[in-house]
């Protein structure tokens, strides 16, 4: 059942069905009960009065049978169940009898006691007068008496069964009335177009559904921003690609129509430059899109940063033989050792040292350091002595397609939102600053330590 309307009502229901089952239970033995108190009172009752005509009508009794039995209830009509009686004496002579009362001694002990045979069970009502002259024994069929009680527990039953569906009836209405609010979102959230993100109200719904909208609302709230950076960055990437496609075509154009060889060597140099610029670009993009569906690391390794930062500084050494600058690290032989991914890491700080590269002049010096940080974490730092980045700019490194520096360098502006990517990742982050002395430091921050320090 996956209704929860319909689980409310089945939970409820049952609950007052269970509920009516065991105040009618209670309610029928108790009834039960008060109907034979009830018959015995008026045995004991009748008794006391016949009792009292025996002590001083002892010449008359034998006419009071006769009338007595004028005055009897009948046998058919349960609330008047008809009662028998015996006057003896004290000697257990009987004096007089009515017509249906059973053949008993009356000399039976004072008080109630049930009589059970074959042909007919009685409660009987043995009663003796003070001085024990005169004795009366009155009883009742206990099959009628069954019948009375039976009928009396049965009415005081029968208006919780009559009023059982006008109860399901108004449990029913209340759970839809009550769950009205949900079908108005859900005929809110369904009318939607698919460009509408805006957030669902919050009138009128009640307080155990207000964290559920309040959910619902985080989360468009979070696709529209999804969304929005995802048109952003397919505007920048279109862009992007624009221009050294641009610059493709131009230079192919010169190639085809030029008779110098030596322009069209120039010109074929250029394509050259522009597919690389181009390859690179989208290289970045595809990195992107393969880290931005992550939330967390997959399986982050204790790795050193010694190896890592000489593994991917001989690699940049190797890829770029003709540097100016000059580029080295300054890492203790014993430096730490942190929780992460080395191959994403590696991407991060070659990223780094790479922009380093890109906007220091000739004769720069680049140094990779490690720093510590609050709460044991460390940083893993590149430093140059190059002109640094406007303090306008520096909060929006790390935002795709923004270039913080020379803009007329090569570059896609996706570099360093790779690496605030991969810190993002590893629980960190990316941390830029000028200098004081002069020069730029970008950071790999909130590393964590896989050994106590």
């Not at 025996?54 to 006769?66: E, P, V």
């Not at 009836?169 to 009318?191: E, F, G, M, Q, T």
């Not at 559904?209 to 468009?220: C, D, F, H, S, Y």
């Amino acid at each position: 059942m996956r209704s929860l309307r319909w689980r409310l009502l089945a939970a409820v229901s049952v609950a007052v069905l269970l509920l009516w089952l065991l105040t009618a239970w209670f309610s029928y033995t108790k009834a039960q009960h008060e109907a034979e108190e009830l018959m015995d009172g008026s045995l004991a009752q009748t008794g006391r009065l016949l009792l009292a005509i025996t002590q001083h009508n002892d010449d008359d009794l034998g006419k009071l049978a006769s009338r007595l039995a004028t005055v009897r209830g009948a046998a058919d009509n349960v609330y008047e169940p008809p009662l028998e009686f015996q006057l003896g004496l004290g000697d257990g002579t009987i004096l007089a009898r009515s017509i249906g009362a059973p053949v008993l001694p009356v000399l039976g002990v004072p008080g109630y006691s049930d009589i059970l045979r074959k042909d007919g069970s009685w409660r009987v009502l043995n009663v003796v007068s003070g001085d024990g002259r005169h004795r009366v024994q009155v009883s009742q069929s206990i099959g009628l008496r069954d019948r009375a009680a039976l009928e009396v527990a049965g009415q005081t039953v029968l208006p919780l069964a009559i009023i059982t569906p006008v109860l399901l009836l108004l449990i029913y209405v209340s759970v839809v009335k009550a769950l009205d609010p949900l079908n108005r979102l859900a005929r809110d959230v369904a009318a939607r177009s698919a460009d509408n993100l805006a957030a669902l109200s919050r009138e009128d719904v009640p307080n155990e559904v207000g964290p559920l909208v309040a959910a619902i609302n985080r989360l468009l709230l979070r696709v529209a921003r999804a969304l929005d950076n995802e048109r952003r960055f397919t505007a920048d990437a279109a862009h992007e690609l624009r221009t050294p496609l641009a610059a493709i075509k131009v230079q192919t154009q010169v190639a085809r129509l030029s008779r110098d060889r030596a322009q069209t060597a120039r010109a074929l140099g250029q394509i050259e430059c522009g597919v690389d610029r181009a390859t690179r670009l989208v290289e970045q993009l595809l990195r992107l899109a393969r880290l931005d569906p992550l939330n967390v690391l997959p399986d982050p390794q204790p790795l050193d940063l010694l190896s890592l930062t000489e593994g991917t500084l001989a690699n940049v050494l190797a890829a770029n033989p003709a540097l100016t600058q000059t580029v080295r690290h300054e890492l203790p032989p014993r430096a730490p050792r942190v929780y992460g991914d080395a191959d994403l890491l590696g991407i991060a700080l070659r990223n780094l040292i790479d922009n380093a590269l890109r906007y220091t002049p000739a004769g720069s010096s680049i140094v990779i350091r490690v720093e510590d940080e609050e709460g044991g974490r460390v940083c893993l730092c590149v430093r140059d002595d190059g002109p640094g980045v406007p303090d306008e700019l520096i909060t929006r490194l790390g935002e795709r397609f923004v270039r913080g520096r020379d803009t007329l360098a090569e570059g896609s502006g996706l570099g360093l939102a790779i690496v605030s990517r991969i810190m993002q990742l590893h629980g960190g982050r990316f941390s830029a600053r000028n200098l004081a002395t002069g020069g730029f430091a970008a950071c790999l921050c909130g590393l964590v330590r896989a050994e106590p320090v």
